[in-house]
C-alpha cells in the first residue's frame, strides 16, 4: 500500500527546499549602537524584499572581537561575504591575497563621487579593495564651561595642552582623561607621533623607536598622563567617556563624535550640549608642523572564498543608495561622516538635527579631513597602509602600549623603554620575514 505524505511533512520538505534554495549573504559589522544594528537590519530586509532567494545575515561585533573573528573564519575556510575591518587590517589581508575588489560598487557610486581620502584606504594598483562605510576622526574634547572660567585658551602647543591639563586639575577634578586600552594606546602613540614628525618605520622595516619625536612624545604622555584619574590605564572609551561626562575629568583626547550622542545621554540636562563639552583642535609636538588625528574608517572588505560574493556587491550598492545610507549615518550623526560628496552635501543631511545641535564638532573633523590631518590607525603616510602590511600584527603584539605604560606607569626613562620595544619589534618582524 502506497504512503501518502502528510500536509505537514510536504510543508516541510517544501520549506527545507527553499532554505536549501537560498543564497546567504554574511554580513558583520561594527557599529553596536541598537539604533546602528537597527538600521542595517531594515537596510538588509528592504534588499531582501528586492531580492528574492536571498538571505542577508546581519551581525554586530565588538571593535576588541571583530579581528579574531576574521581570522578564525579564514582558517576555517568560512569568511563571511562582508565584514568591516580597520585599513591595517584590510591591506594585510589585501597583500595576502584573501579579498576581492569592489572596483563596481565605487564605479555605482560614481568614482568622483567619493571623498579622495576615503578612496586612499585599502587602494592598491589603482583598485579598492576595502571601501569606507563611513568616517570620523578623534577628537579633543574639553569642558568649555571651566576653561572659560579659568580663562584657558585653546592649547597650540603640547606644553599648552599639559599646562591646561595642570589647572584643570583641582577639587576633585582630573585635567585630562586617556583610554588605556591597546588599541586607543596605539591609536594615541600614531597620531602623536605624526604630529610631531615622526615614523614608525624606515623604509627598510627598521622600527625608529629611539628616535628624537618619538622620545618626545613619550616625555608627552608621561607628563599629561599626571593629570589623568587613578587607574586610567585599565579604563576603556565608555568608562573614559564616563569620566568625561561624569565631571570627573575636563579633557579626553581620545574622543569621537560618537560621544556627543553619550553626553546626551549620560550628562545632566543642563549640561548636555556644545557650551559644556566642545571640541578644540589638537596641538602640535615640539618637532611637528601641523596637527594629527586618527581616523575611525573601517572598510567594508570583500572575502575571496565567500559563497556569494556577486550578491555582497549588490548589496553594497543598495546599502550606499541615499534613502538606506542616510538611514545609517544618522544614527550617529556626529560620527559617521558620508563617504560620497552627494550625501554630505544634501539638505535631508544636513538638516540632521543632532548635527545642527553639535556643528563646532562637525567642523573641527572636517578640517582634518579636508587638510588630510587625519591618517588610520599606525599610519604615518599613505604609502604605509601597502608598504607595511606588518601593522597589523605590530598592533596585536602589545609592543607599542608597554613601551608607553613604562614610561607614564613604571617611570622608565623614555630612551630605555624605547630601546626595549625597538629589540621586541625587530624581533617580531624578523620572524614574520619582513626584516632581514
Not at 574634547?141 to 602647543?157: C, E, H, S, V
Not at 553626553?263 to 563639552?277: D, L, Q, R, T
Not at 571640541?279 to 602640535?284: G, R
Not at 548589496?315 to 559617521?336: A, C, G, R, S
Request: charged letters at 25%.
Amino acid at each position: 500500500m502506497k504512503t501518502i505524505p502528510s500536509v505537514a511533512a510536504l510543508l516541510l520538505a517544501a520549506a527545507l527546499s527553499s532554505a536549501h534554495a537560498q543564497k546567504v549573504i554574511r554580513v558583520w559589522h561594527t557599529e553596536t549602537q541598537p539604533n546602528s544594528q537597527e538600521a542595517v537590519r531594515n537596510i538588509a530586509k528592504r534588499f531582501e524584499a528586492k531580492h528574492p532567494g536571498v538571505k542577508v545575515e546581519v551581525e554586530a561585533l565588538a571593535w576588541g572581537d571583530l579581528e579574531g573573528k576574521i581570522m578564525a573564519s579564514l582558517a576555517a575556510g568560512t569568511p563571511p561575504e562582508l565584514s568591516h575591518g580597520q585599513p591595517i587590517t584590510c591591506a594585510a589581508l589585501q597583500s595576502k591575497g584573501l579579498l576581492l575588489p569592489l572596483d563596481e560598487v565605487v564605479q555605482a557610486l560614481g568614482e568622483a563621487n567619493i571623498w579622495d581620502q576615503v578612496k586612499r584606504v585599502c587602494r592598491v594598483g589603482g583598485r579598492q579593495y576595502g571601501l569606507v562605510h563611513a568616517a570620523g576622526t578623534s577628537l579633543l574634547i574639553y569642558r568649555k564651561d571651566l576653561a572659560q572660567k579659568l580663562g584657558l585658551k585653546p592649547p597650540r602647543t603640547w606644553a599648552d595642552l599639559v599646562a591646561n591639563a595642570k589647572a584643570f586639575t583641582t577639587g576633585g577634578m582630573y585635567g585630562i582623561t586617556i583610554p588605556g586600552d591597546n588599541l586607543f594606546i596605539n591609536i594615541l602613540l600614531g597620531e602623536l607621533l605624526k604630529a610631531n614628525g615622526g615614523i614608525f618605520f624606515d623604509k627598510q622595516n627598521r622600527p625608529q623607536l629611539s628616535s628624537k619625536p618619538m622620545l618626545e612624545t613619550l616625555e608627552f604622555i608621561r607628563d599629561l598622563t599626571r593629570y589623568a584619574p587613578p587607574g586610567w590605564e585599565g579604563h576603556g572609551y565608555l568608562e573614559t567617556f564616563t569620566n568625561l561626562y561624569g565631571q570627573k575629568a575636563a579633557m579626553m583626547y581620545q574622543g569621537y563624535g560618537r560621544g556627543a550622542g553619550l553626553i546626551e545621554k549620560g550628562a545632566p540636562p543642563s549640561m548636555a550640549n556644545a557650551e559644556h563639552f566642545d571640541v578644540w583642535v589638537k596641538p602640535v609636538g615640539p618637532s611637528g608642523r601641523e596637527p594629527a588625528a586618527q581616523v575611525d574608517e573601517e572598510p567594508w572588505m570583500l572575502f575571496k572564498g565567500s559563497k556569494n560574493p556577486k550578491e555582497a556587491v549588490e548589496f553594497l550598492k543598495f546599502f550606499y543608495q541615499k534613502d538606506n545610507y542616510l538611514e545609517y549615518v544618522q544614527t550617529v550623526p556626529i560620527h559617521l561622516f558620508p563617504i560620497t560628496k552627494s550625501l554630505r552635501a544634501d539638505r535631508d543631511y544636513q538638516a540632521t538635527p543632532m548635527i545642527q545641535r553639535w556643528k563646532s564638532w562637525i567642523e573641527v573633523q572636517e578640517g582634518y579631513l579636508n587638510n588630510d590631518q587625519g591618517k588610520p590607525t599606525l599610519v604615518i603616510d599613505w604609502d604605509d597602509m601597502n608598504s607595511k602590511p606588518y601593522l597589523m600584527e605590530v598592533l596585536g603584539s602589545g609592543i607599542l602600549r608597554d613601551m608607553v605604560m613604562d614610561v607614564a606607569l613604571e617611570n622608565k626613562a623614555p630612551r630605555e623603554a624605547a630601546s626595549r620595544a625597538q629589540k621586541r619589534l625587530e624581533d617580531l618582524l624578523k620572524s614574520k620575514g619582513y626584516l632581514k
